[in-house]
Every structure is written in structure tokens, then in C-alpha cells.
């Protein structure tokens, strides 16, 4: 059974930064794309960022591009998301993916985290 856990979500202040964690376990997942969504209050989840198994290709959505950077440590089964100048549009539950694959012209993910909020106040 994989679970995937979040944390290091919180408030800060717009131009402040986070780093998100993702704690992965019961699978065998360094060999498979790992990624983060997010979800703001009434919208729907959207791709921001996916590392490959080795780590050596990512992508990110346009608006996080150049502020956020996905990163993956194999040996600690971990997944990490540092967002810098951050804005209040980036305000949203963030979750995990686990076995990130195509899914037409985005992404989706086939185990997710219980998600971590992220607030960021202007």
C-alpha cells in the first residue's frame, strides 16, 4: 500500500517562500515520475511540477516556472518543492502524486498525498 505525506505547508507573506516535503512509503517509487498538483477553493486540481524517476527531467505549469523547483532524493524516498516569490494566486492545497503519467494534453497522478495548505497573504 503506498502512502504519500505532505508537509511544510503554511502562511506566508506574498514574496515569502516554502518548501513542501513528500514522504513516500509501501512502494517501490524511485523508479517512477513523482509531482506535485494543486488545488485552489473551487477550482479543479492542476499539474505544477513532475521530476522523473531519476530526477534529470521536471516540467513545471507556466505559472510556477522559474519560482518553484521540484526535487527527489531516491535514498529517502522523498519528494520536495521549493516555492519562492510566492503570490496569493498560488494559495491552494498541495498535494503529492505518486506514478505521475500523461494523461491527454496534462498529467495525473495514481497515488496522492492527504494534501498540505498553502496560504499566501498580500
Known amino acids: 500500500q503506498v502512502q504519500l505525506v505532505e508537509s511544510g505547508g503554511g502562511l506566508v507573506q506574498a514574496g515569502g517562500s516554502l518548501s513542501l516535503s513528500c514522504a513516500a512509503s509501501?512502494?517501490?517509487?524511485?523508479?517512477?515520475?513523482m509531482g506535485w498538483f494543486r488545488q485552489a477553493p473551487g477550482t479543479e486540481r492542476e499539474f505544477v511540477a513532475r521530476?522523473?524517476?531519476?530526477?534529470?527531467?521536471?516540467e513545471y505549469a507556466v505559472s510556477v516556472k522559474g519560482r518553484f523547483t521540484i526535487s527527489r532524493d531516491n535514498a529517502k524516498n522523498t519528494v520536495s518543492l521549493q516555492m519562492n516569490s510566492l503570490k496569493p494566486e498560488d494559495t491552494a492545497v498541495y498535494y503529492c502524486a505518486g506514478v505521475v503519467v500523461r494523461a491527454g494534453a496534462g498529467w495525473r497522478g495514481y497515488y496522492w498525498g492527504q494534501g498540505t495548505r498553502v496560504t499566501v497573504s498580500s
Open positions: 509501501g512502494g517501490a517509487l524511485s523508479r517512477y515520475d
Open positions: 521530476i522523473s524517476g531519476s530526477g534529470a527531467e521536471k
